[in-house]
């Protein structure tokens, strides 16, 4: 079993940063895949971001890409994402996941591949 616990959602204007982190209750090891997903009201939950935690390959959306960077700190057992330049539409509850395989890229980006789910954390991009 591995809880995720995630923080450092907020309110932002828009253009502004936040970093998101997610602490993980058990050492993440070679099989390890880990993602940020995102769910605003009314949508499915999309794929944000992810993250092989031993090759530290790592895919983005491309709403996301160049904005967004996923991290690691493999000592800590803490994920991160530092968002830049938010924008309006990137308000949402934004969900940390893991699972214990090394997951290729076809199945990285979809929800059902993950088993593990942190309890989200608010973001909302507002002036």
């Known amino acids: 079993q591995v809880q995720l616990v995630e923080s450092g959602g907020g309110l932002v204007q828009p253009g502004g940063s936040l970093r998101l982190s997610c602490a993980a209750s058990k050492r993440s090891d070679s099989r390890f895949t880990m993602g940020w997903f995102r769910q605003a009201p009314g949508k499915e939950r999309e794929f944000v971001a992810g993250?092989?935690?031993?090759?530290?390959?790592?895919y983005y959306a491309d709403s996301v890409k160049g904005r967004f960077t996923i991290s690691k700190d493999n000592a800590k057992n803490t994920l991160y994402m530092q968002m830049n330049n938010l924008k309006p539409e990137d308000t949402a509850v934004y969900y940390c996941a893991a699972v214990q395989l090394n997951l290729i890229s076809g199945v990285l980006r979809s929800p059902r591949s993950y088993e593990y789910w942190g309890q989200g954390t608010q973001v909302t991009v507002s002036s």
């Open positions: 993250i092989k935690w031993s090759a530290g390959m790592t």
